[in-house]
């Protein structure tokens, strides 16, 4: 089986600032939930058996505990937010396994699920379906890879490599050094992604990377711009990059997916035919009754 891990959180925004508003019969905004659902639904229609759909159902973390400017809500559009706690009701309504998080974010469901899913050898490949760069460092081998559904591309680790110069494990040391302005952490000046890549590729983590520029390897002495500021400023602010590694590194807790049979999908509850009424779209309930009973 092929198992697939939704980051509802991107979708949402997705569908919302792509896709024209659509109000409910009670003038709620609704459009953003349509598009998720008709996404999962498109999955199931393809075939997809085992999935499910992550949401950061409180978009503050603990990680906003640690660093004071990590990402919040915000400035966050409140027809957007308000269709959170809507489109996870409809998913689950729609039969779908859902993780609705607060302390930890969807990145960390996703990721947990991934992990779970991954110690299950009946599974053929685990799909998570987000461009994030985070999550590239969840990617294993071919058998745990990105998808990115719009582009139809496949991210193995082999494509992370090509895209971030370094192992999927150095994602969170990479995305320290060169920062992250969508999660709010800035990573350290001068550090740049062709510099960061190249230091990383070579010595895999920021623990590893020696103080002194003299002690690096004198090829890469002569590959990497600056090496000597570089050395001297990781030097100076080595906590705050450990720090940026805590916030970019993704927690895995596998007591969040009891197993994969948890992602079998066998079919809508009988809530689901309200929530298209509710949401003006009764192709929603049609079209998950008919991949029903097609299986």
Same mark, same amino acid.
């Given at each position: 089986?092929?198992?697939?891990?939704?980051?509802?959180?991107?979708?949402?925004?997705?569908?919302?600032?792509?896709?024209?508003?659509?109000?409910?019969?009670?003038?709620?905004?609704?459009?953003?939930?349509?598009?998720?659902?008709?996404?999962?639904?498109?999955?199931?229609?393809?075939?997809?058996?085992?999935?499910?759909?992550?949401?950061?159902?409180?978009?503050?973390?603990?990680?906003?505990?640690?660093?004071?400017?990590?990402?919040?809500?915000?400035?966050?559009?409140?027809?957007?937010?308000?269709?959170?706690?809507?489109?996870?009701?409809?998913?689950?309504?729609?039969?779908?396994?859902?993780?609705?998080?607060?302390?930890?974010?969807?990145?960390?469901?996703?990721?947990?699920?991934?992990?779970?899913?991954?110690?299950?050898?009946?599974?053929?490949?685990?799909?998570?379906?987000?461009?994030?760069?985070?999550?590239?460092?969840?990617?294993?081998?071919?058998?745990?890879?990105?998808?990115?559904?719009?582009?139809?591309?496949?991210?193995?680790?082999?494509?992370?490599?090509?895209?971030?110069?370094?192992?999927?494990?150095?994602?969170?040391?990479?995305?320290?050094?060169?920062?992250?302005?969508?999660?709010?952490?800035?990573?350290?000046?001068?550090?740049?992604?062709?510099?960061?890549?190249?230091?990383?590729?070579?010595?895999?983590?920021?623990?590893?990377?020696?103080?002194?520029?003299?002690?690096?390897?004198?090829? &890469?002495?002569?590959? =990497?711009?600056?090496? #000597?500021?570089?050395?001297?400023?990781? /030097?100076?602010?080595?906590? $705050?990059? @450990? !720090?940026?590694?805590?916030?970019?590194?993704?927690?895995?807790?596998?007591? &969040?997916?009891?197993? =994969?049979?948890?992602? #079998?999908?066998?079919?809508?509850?009988? /809530?689901?035919?309200?929530? $298209?009424? @509710? !949401?003006?779209?009764?192709?929603?309930?049609?079209?998950?009754?008919?991949?029903?009973?097609?299986?």
């Amino acid at each position: 089986m092929d198992v697939y891990l939704v980051d509802g959180t991107y979708e949402l925004f997705r569908h919302h600032f792509g896709q024209p508003s659509r109000l409910s019969s009670q003038g709620d905004e609704i459009a953003a939930t349509r598009g998720v659902l008709s996404t999962v639904l498109t999955l199931l229609e393809d075939g997809v058996t085992h999935l499910g759909v992550a949401t950061d159902h409180v978009v503050e973390s603990f990680r906003n505990d640690l660093w004071p400017g990590y990402k919040t809500s915000a400035g966050m559009p409140p027809e957007l937010l308000g269709q959170f706690p809507l489109v996870e009701e409809a998913l689950v309504a729609m039969g779908v396994k859902v993780w609705p998080m607060d302390e930890l974010e969807a990145d960390d469901a996703l990721a947990s699920a991934a992990a779970v899913a991954d110690d299950d050898r009946r599974v053929r490949q685990v799909r998570i379906c987000t461009p994030d760069k985070d999550l590239a460092q969840c990617v294993r081998s071919e058998r745990v890879v990105q998808l990115d559904r719009r582009s139809a591309t496949i991210v193995d680790e082999k494509g992370v490599w090509d895209k971030f110069g370094v192992a999927p494990t150095s994602i969170p040391d990479w995305l320290a050094l060169v920062g992250d302005s969508a999660d709010g952490f800035p990573g350290l000046a001068g550090w740049g992604k062709r510099s960061a890549s190249q230091v990383l590729a070579r010595y895999g983590s920021i623990d590893a990377i020696p103080d002194s520029v003299s002690d690096w390897e004198p090829e &890469l002495r002569k590959q =990497v711009r600056n090496a #000597a500021g570089l050395a001297a400023r990781l /030097a100076a602010e080595r906590p $705050g990059a @450990l !720090l940026f590694r805590q916030l970019a590194t993704l927690r895995v807790e596998r007591s &969040l997916l009891g197993g =994969v049979d948890e992602l #079998a999908w066998s079919g809508p509850s009988d /809530a689901f035919a309200h929530t $298209g009424e @509710l !949401l003006r779209d009764r192709r929603l309930s049609e079209r998950a009754a008919t991949v029903a009973a097609a299986r």
